[in-house]
């Protein structure tokens, strides 16, 4: 079956420090894969996204994400992080053969230490 | 991109009753989808509305629970039937412009269940 997951449910590293958000797949073929974010009380906003081509894909607010089809993998990174990336963070998968739905993750909550 | 408006932003209802959500899209799309989010949880999708046939819905949830209509390209409508309190949620609208581009998602509306 179509599986996310995010092994990490709340990471918090400390300002100016470095990050890693974990993401994992199950899926017999190469899926379309998200990176969203959600501030308390705000909506999903999209960090980045991969599709296809380099595995490296850069996103807003200096993001950035892997893509291991070896490991079935997308974890997000920041090489320092600031006091305003603390928020929920979802990673997604899209399924082609399944009609483009989306499926999230459980989300790994961010928490900055100052 | 898309926009998507959402429609009640939040409610507060009594049990047992039902509450209708709109969702209106800036753009013609064929799959809308609608996702709820429990409280401190990820996004669960519900069900992929079709312009012109039946929803589909995922496993554990079913139509004469959460009724959609979807009458044209740009608006659908999601039913919460005979409710109670475990039905308190945000329920987000969303759609893809393509097989695959990401997922736009309306502000979501939150629902009270008392």
């Known amino acids: 079956a179509q599986s996310v997951t995010q092994p990490d449910i709340h990471i918090t590293v400390s300002e100016g420090a470095s990050l890693e958000l974990r993401c994992n797949y199950s899926?017999?073929?190469?899926?379309?894969l998200f990176w969203y974010v959600q501030s308390p009380g705000q909506g999903l906003q999209l960090l980045l996204k991969?599709?296809?081509?380099?595995?490296l894909v850069q996103g807003i607010k200096g993001f950035e994400a892997e893509f291991k089809r070896s490991q079935s993998s997308f974890n997000l990174r920041k090489p320092s992080v600031h006091w305003s990336d603390a928020a929920e963070y979802f990673c997604?998968?899209?399924?082609?053969?399944?009609?483009?739905?989306?499926?999230f993750g459980s989300g790994t909550r961010l928490s900055i230490r100052p | 991109s898309a926009v998507i408006s959402q429609k009640p932003s939040r409610d507060i209802c009594q049990r047992g009753t039902s509450l209708t959500i709109q969702c209106q899209v800036d753009?013609?799309?064929?799959?809308m989808f609608w996702y709820r989010q429990q409280p401190g949880q990820s996004l669960t999708l519900i069900a992929t509305?079709?312009?012109?046939?039946?929803?589909?819905?995922e496993s554990g949830f079913v139509i004469d629970k959460f009724p959609i209509s979807r009458p044209n390209l740009t608006f659908s409508t999601l039913t919460v039937s005979n409710m109670s309190p475990e039905d308190s949620s945000i329920y987000l609208c969303s759609v893809n412009l393509g097989t695959s581009d990401e997922a736009f998602f309306g502000q979501g509306t939150r629902l009270t269940v008392v």
């Open positions: 753009s013609q799309v064929t799959m």
């Open positions: 899926y017999g073929a190469t899926p379309y």
């Open positions: 991969y599709f296809s081509g380099d595995t």
């Open positions: 997604a998968v899209g399924f082609y053969s399944s009609a483009s739905k989306i499926i």
């Open positions: 509305a079709n312009q012109g046939s039946e929803a589909t819905y």
